[in-house]
Structure formats: structure tokens, C-alpha cells
């Protein structure tokens, strides 16, 4: 069964730091990877996504993912971070054949000024 | 302007009482699906559409009811709702993952 983990709840920076929201995947054959922001009261947004090519896919508002095979991992990074970054963000990973997106619990980030 | 437009925002009701959530959209794509969000458990799939007249269940579909008469309409319909089915509900729409969320509709059932 697919599946996506993202081992901490809550991951707290300073304005200006880099910051990183870890996710590890674990797919049989190639994954299809994701990441969503959920602002207060908001639906989620698309973030980027991983389906094949270069291991470092950029998207929305600044952020950027790694993708590592060895790892079965699926970071998302920034290199500052904004005070308007705090939201919640979720990894998934896509199933092809059914087209679900299987949701990790996510992180809740929360960037201090 | 792409949409997904679910109503109503917030709802509360009495166990056993029928309700429907609407969900609309104006993209004009096939796949449109439901979700629940709960606190530590993340989303989870109720329902899903890959066409007209075409639904099937998702990961937790017990309890709830869906149709798809019409490509851009997916309602979510709960024939009895319980207190357990309090949760926040998400319709989605879109292709290969690349989801658009509706705004999401509170329940609480009492």
C-alpha cells in the first residue's frame, strides 16, 4: 500500500531562516508526489509536484522540494522564510490508478518574526 | 476564474437528519472527489468520480452517499448523519494529482 509520513507535527523558525518540512514516501514502483499549503479557514492549494526529472522541483511562492530515491524522501524547503508562510502543509502521493492523493497528517509550520 | 464551490461553509445539525453538501465546478475536468479532514489523521477519501454516472468508494465511505448526474456537480449526502461524521469536508477537483479544493464545509452533527 502507498503511503506518505510526515514525522513532525509542528516545526517552528525564525523570519528569514531556511526552513524545511520533511516527508518520506513509500510506493511500489515510481511515485507521484505532491505538496499542499492549507492557510486558516482556506481549502488546500497545490504547492508543486515530483513525477519524473530533475530531483529539485521549484513551485509556488518560494518553495522548492528535493526528491531522494535512497532516502524514500520528499522534502520541502525554502531558503527564508516569511511570517506568512505559517499554514499547514500536507504530502501526498498520488495512486494512478484510482487518481487519490493519499494525504500524510501534516505540519503545522509556524515562522516567528 | 477557475472554482470549486462547496455550500454550505458551516453546518450544524442533530443526528439522524438528512443533509446534503454541494459541490460545483466550473473546469470542466472529469475526476472530482471527497475528503475528510481530522485532526492527526490528515485527508481521507470518501468518494471519488472519474466521469459522469461513474462514482466509487474511497477510503472511508461508510455513512455517506455521493451522485454525479452531471459533470459538474458532486454532491455528498449523509442519510443519517452521527456525531462521528463531525468533521471537515473538502470536495476536489482536477487531473494527476493536481487537485483544486474547495473552501470546505465545517459539519458538526449533535
Known amino acids: 500500500a502507498q503511503s506518505v509520513a510526515q514525522p513532525e507535527d509542528q516545526v517552528n523558525v525564525a523570519e528569514g531562516n531556511p526552513l524545511t518540512v520533511k516527508c518520506t514516501y513509500s510506493v511500489s514502483g515510481n511515485p507521484y508526489l505532491f505538496w499542499y499549503v492549507q492557510y486558516p479557514n482556506r481549502g488546500l492549494q497545490f504547492l508543486l509536484k515530483?513525477?519524473?526529472?530533475?530531483?529539485l522541483v521549484k513551485g509556488s511562492y518560494g518553495f522548492e522540494a528535493e526528491f531522494n530515491k535512497s532516502q524514500t524522501s520528499f522534502h520541502l524547503k525554502k531558503p527564508s522564510a516569511l511570517v506568512s508562510d505559517s499554514a499547514l502543509y500536507f504530502c501526498?502521493?498520488?495512486?494512478?490508478?484510482?487518481?487519490?492523493?493519499?494525504f500524510g497528517t501534516g505540519t503545522r509550520l509556524q515562522v516567528f518574526p | 476564474e477557475a472554482q470549486v464551490t462547496q455550500n454550505p461553509r458551516y453546518l450544524i445539525t442533530v443526528t439522524g437528519k438528512k443533509l446534503t453538501v454541494t459541490c460545483s465546478q466550473n473546469?470542466?475536468?472529469?475526476?472530482m472527489s471527497w475528503y475528510r479532514q481530522d485532526p492527526g489523521l490528515g485527508l481521507r477519501q470518501i468518494y471519488y468520480?472519474?466521469?459522469?454516472?461513474?462514482?466509487d468508494k474511497g477510503d472511508v465511505p461508510e455513512g455517506y452517499k455521493v451522485s454525479r448526474k452531471e459533470k459538474r456537480n458532486f454532491p455528498l449526502i449523509l442519510e443519517s448523519p452521527s456525531p462521528n461524521q463531525t468533521s471537515l469536508y473538502f470536495c476536489a477537483t482536477g487531473q494527476e494529482g493536481g487537485y483544486t479544493f474547495g473552501s470546505g464545509t465545517r459539519l458538526t452533527v449533535v
Open positions: 473546469m470542466n475536468h472529469e475526476y
Open positions: 501526498a502521493v498520488r495512486d494512478i490508478n484510482t487518481d487519490k492523493l493519499i
Open positions: 468520480s472519474m466521469n459522469v454516472e461513474v462514482t
Open positions: 515530483y513525477i519524473t526529472g530533475d530531483n
